[in-house]
C-alpha cells in the first residue's frame, strides 16, 4: 500500500490536484493574467472568471501544475484559430484532468484574440487544449448548438499570434491531420503574472 501511494506522489500529481478546480489560484483576482513564452514569442492573455469561472480556473489547474510548458500548437488555420495545449513534441498526449462543463453561453464571442477552449463534437469534451481566434469566428458562437467557450482576451502579443498564423503546415500522414506546423511551434511556459490589484 505505502509502495502505490509513493508511485501516485511521484507519478501521478495531477491525480492528486484533481480535487481542486482552480478556484484556489488567486481567489479573489476576477481576471488573472498568464504569460505564455512561445518559440515565436511572448503572448500574455487575461482570463475572465466572472463570465467563464469554469473554464478560466480548469486553465488555471494547468498554468499551476506546469502542465502546458513544452506543448506544442499543433494545429493552425490561417484566418480560423492556433490550437494548442494538448501534445508535447513528439504528439504524445498529455495528461488531463477531467472534461469541463461548456460555458459557451456566457456572452462572449469568439472575437478576434480571444482565446477559447476546443473539444470534441461532444459539447462538454473540453479539457485542456485551447485556441486563439484568428478573426471573428461567429461560427464558433452557440446558436441552434452548442458553442465554443471564450475565457480570456490577448492583452499583448497579438503580433506573435500574427506571425504563427503564417507558418507552414502540411497533412501529416502518420497522425492524420490537417494543418499541421511543419517545424514545430512551442509553448515553453505558462505562467500566472502577479495580481495587479
Known amino acids: 500500500m505505502k509502495s502505490l501511494l ?3 506522489v511521484i507519478f501521478c500529481p495531477l491525480c492528486f490536484a484533481a480535487a481542486e478546480d482552480g478556484s484556489q489560484i488567486q481567489p479573489d483576482n476576477l481576471f488573472p493574467r498568464v504569460k505564455l513564452v512561445t518559440s515565436m514569442g511572448e503572448i500574455v492573455i487575461e482570463l475572465d472568471r466572472y463570465k467563464s469561472p469554469i473554464t478560466a480556473n480548469n ?3 494547468y498554468v499551476d501544475k506546469k502542465s502546458y510548458d513544452n506543448t506544442i500548437f499543433h494545429r493552425i488555420v490561417p484566418d480560423f484559430v492556433v490550437q494548442g495545449g494538448g501534445y508535447d513534441k513528439d504528439f504524445n498526449e498529455q495528461p488531463k484532468f477531467g472534461d469541463i462543463f461548456n460555458e ?3 456572452g462572449s464571442k469568439n472575437a478576434i484574440y480571444t482565446v477559447a477552449m476546443a473539444r470534441q463534437n ?3 469534451s473540453a479539457n485542456r487544449q485551447f485556441f486563439f481566434n484568428l478573426k471573428d469566428n461567429d461560427s464558433l458562437d452557440p446558436g441552434k448548438h452548442w458553442g465554443y467557450a471564450v475565457f480570456a482576451v490577448v492583452s499583448s502579443g ?3 499570434i500574427d506571425k504563427m498564423a503564417e507558418v507552414e503546415t502540411h497533412y501529416d500522414a502518420e497522425l492524420g491531420w490537417n494543418d499541421v506546423p ?5 509553448l515553453i511556459s ?8
Open 6 to 8: 509513493l508511485f501516485l
Open 59 to 61: 486553465f488555471l489547474r
Open 104 to 106: 459557451s453561453g456566457n
Open 122 to 124: 461532444e459539447p462538454h
Open 158 to 160: 497579438m503580433d506573435v
Open 182 to 186: 511543419v517545424k514545430p511551434v512551442m
Open 190 to 197: 505558462a505562467r500566472l503574472l502577479p495580481q495587479e490589484f
